[in-house]
């Protein structure tokens, strides 16, 4: 029985293949088109929305783990608890619509310059702001992306894509009504020790 003559290379093959480069397998803003009976068009229109929304909805997670760290006064513990709550609830929004966009034959936005270069939820200062201003920032995304989400489950109901419509429907707008339930029982001016 011999014995290898080159045990180098043998090594060299744990060697990881990094910083390998190719070109891109699909395009962002091209369609592939999918075997679930949805016409090209339509999955095409529903990716364009669903990116949008997308885009928003990493923009309001992330405006939550910013208030999140950045909360101060005598609600500080209640309100941390439940911006960081309502980051997670948003982060499986987002995964949810990435997937979405992806079962159309779609490309999900994915990066932080991108969503920033596509939302349209107003840039929040990079400083600490009062506690109101950051539930009524948290309430205008809210709201932004509510006015979206229902445009768009319209539009996709109207054209037959149903997988979309309920994602909007009973999730994205669901999800964010609740949430803006919850937030805006902050803002409500009610006696804490005695009633008027």
Partial sequence: MSK???????????????????????????TTRMPIALSQNVAKQSVENLNQILADTCT???????HHWQVAGATF????????????EQNDLVDQLAERIQSLGGVSIAMAPDVAETTIIPRPPKGREEVP???????????????????MARQAAEAGDDGTNDLLVSDIIRGNEKQVWFLSQHLVDVPLVKAD
């Fill in 4 to 30: 290898p003559k080159n045990t180098g290379a043998v090594m060299d093959r744990a060697r990881p293949l990094d910083r390998q480069q190719a070109h891109e397998i699909q395009a962002f803003g091209h």
């Fill in 60 to 66: 309001l997670r992330d405006l939550y783990k910013k």
């Fill in 77 to 88: 513990y209640q309100l941390h608890l439940l911006f960081d709550k309502h980051y997670e």
């Fill in 133 to 151: 201003v950051q539930i009524s920032r948290l309430l205008h995304g809210h709201e932004i992306v509510l006015k979206e989400a229902r445009s």
